[in-house]
């Protein structure tokens, strides 16, 4: 817990700094196709320190994110042996990624949109996208679509419920960062073992 009492204060705090934003659109962008954590874990607390600038804010995430996905799928689609073929590994993802190719066969714009508003980790359906080939133009929209729906949902939320958000993550803390966590390993699990 005590490791979890130092992650509170960085987050927490993150809002007042200069640079949260660049940050944020940092995290936003490799996340997309190479980094295990979702921005939200930053949105939330730059969003409680800016509320009034919510929609700014669930807008760079959703620009930076979709720009990564993009970088995703050019990974799949020209870098796979030399740069895809190695993120796919560290993440223990060959069986999901093998399978993806019968899955966009019938339902790419689904199964794209379904990871870009969900905890199903982005950006193997990113780089595996680009390494099927599937339509680039239903690949965009359908991340367009998806990122945004998720990062205006996430934003609007904490500027509508605004202090008392604050106060709710401050108290619950410990156990929503845990809640996380089993979030972010059942979205791993799910395109690791269901798909």
Known sequence: MHYLGRLK??????????HAERALAAISFAESSFFPIPPDVLLIPITLGRREHWV???????????????????????????????????????????AMGARYEEFAFLTVLTAAFTPIPYKVITISAGFFHI???????????????????????????????ERFLEQNFNWLSLAFFALLIAGFYLVFQVW
């Open 135 to 165: 339509s680039f133009l239903p690949f965009m929209l359908a991340s367009v679509l998806g990122r945004a729906a998720r990062f205006y949902l996430v934003a609007g939320i904490v500027r509508y419920v605004g202090v008392s958000a």
């Open 9 to 18: 204060e960085w987050t927490m705090g993150f809002a007042r700094r200069p």
């Open 56 to 98: 700014r804010l669930a807008t760079i995430t959703t620009v930076a994110s979709v720009i990564g996905g993009v970088f995703g799928y050019a990974i799949g689609y020209f870098l796979f042996t030399s740069i895809g073929q190695w993120i796919v590994s560290v993440y223990h993802a060959e069986d999901a990624f093998a």
